[in-house]
């Protein structure tokens, strides 16, 4: 069975913090990729930043770069995301995934994906 659970989602001010978590039970989740990606009503859904599998190499989307840090913890089956200096314009379902991705890339087609958890940030 596969299976990725996320939480820390929530309402917050604009400046404020949050720390996502999932939980993913993912067999051989050490030879995995793995991102969060986030998702507003009407638009596509988009890479906010990857760790590829080795957690040699981590992406983050332009408007998340130096706010925003990925972490995974494969003795945990683990993947975090910090989430600093909150703007209204991150405001998303947020979802982990978990798969193969091209190096480089951080885009939405994994093989793995959580629920999503909704994160708001109010002005």
């Known amino acids: 069975q596969v299976l990725l659970v996320e939480s820390g989602g929530g309402l917050v001010q604009a400046g404020g913090s949050l720390r996502l978590s999932c939980t993913a039970s993912v067999r051989n989740v050490e030879a995995l990729d793995l991102g969060w990606f986030r998702q507003t009503p009407g638009k596509g859904r988009a890479g906010v930043s990857c760790v590829s599998w080795n957690d040699a190499n981590k992406y983050y989307s332009a408007s998340v770069k130096g706010r925003f840090t990925i972490t995974r913890d494969n003795a945990k089956n683990m993947i975090y995301l910090q989430m600093n200096t909150l703007k209204p314009e991150d405001t998303a379902m947020y979802y982990c995934?978990?798969?193969?991705?091209?190096?480089?890339?951080?885009?939405?087609?994994?093989?793995?994906w959580g629920q999503g958890t909704q994160v708001t940030v109010s002005s």
């Open positions: 995934a978990a798969g193969i991705l091209r190096v480089g890339v951080c885009r939405p087609d994994l093989d793995y």
